[in-house]
């Protein structure tokens, strides 16, 4: 099964590196990005091939969208004809801001979509990716969503319209996180503590109360 990327910028990146962990995809992995170099540079890093964007809609069945969302419209309807001509395709947009319904209609209606918001500490797998499946998507296509992003984090399943909510939350929330981490460790060097030392009890501190919390809930 041909996995495809089109977009290899942080999200996307992030993302075709973690599904090339796995020993199974990672030769089946097709690497498209405005600049080559960068998908000749994830290639040569994780594995898979740097191809053209006409290459990813003409040969994968799975194809991850990490491009603007002002991006969409103008490239589904470049490729519209080679999706056309394709079986039922699963499609998966990164992009905030356009729902479902907006995204139906700018493919042949026999192809199928998932919505994910991924986090940035995706890219380290403790992240937190949300979804929403399209009315075409199945409980197949979950499966597999799931699976290839396993090694991501906390994965978890929501209504559509509960995806805003939830990204200003997860996607949002490690740049506060990051602002708390700076905070400590600045009062720490006030303290008298070295920058190094007060980074790393800040990192850890937040990092074990997070599992506490988790734990004991």
């Known amino acids: 099964m041909k996995i495809g990327f089109i977009g290899l910028g942080n999200m996307g990146g992030s993302l075709a590196r973690l599904i090339a962990q796995d020993e199974r995809y990672r030769s089946e992995l097709l690497l498209a990005n405005r600049s080559r170099d960068k998908a000749e540079k994830i290639a040569a890093e994780v594995g898979g091939q740097p191809v053209s964007n006409a290459e990813v809609f003409a040969q994968a069945e799975v194809i991850f969208l990490g491009i603007k969302p002002a991006q969409f419209a103008d490239l589904l309807a470049e490729y519209r004809e080679i999706l056309e001509k394709r079986d039922s395709l699963l499609l998966v947009s990164m992009a905030a801001g356009l729902p479902l319904e907006t995204l139906e209609k700018l493919i042949p209606s026999h192809h199928r979509w998932?919505?994910?918001?991924?986090?940035?500490?995706?890219?380290?797998?403790?992240?937190?990716?949300?979804?929403?499946?399209?009315q075409q998507a199945n409980q197949a296509d979950e499966d597999l969503l799931r699976e290839l992003l396993s090694s991501a984090g906390l994965l978890v399943k929501l209504e559509e319209k509960q995806l805003d909510a939830a990204t200003a939350l997860a996607g949002c929330g490690p740049a506060f996180v990051y602002l708390f981490i700076e905070a400590l460790a600045d009062a720490g060097v006030r303290a008298g503590l070295s920058r190094d030392i007060s980074l790393?009890?800040?990192?850890?501190?937040?990092?074990g109360a997070a599992k506490l919390s988790k734990a004991s809930g």
């Open 114 to 134: 998932i919505r994910i918001m991924p986090n940035t500490p995706v890219a380290v797998g403790e992240g937190v990716i949300t979804y929403s499946l399209s």
């Open 200 to 207: 790393e009890l800040a990192n850890q501190t937040l990092l």
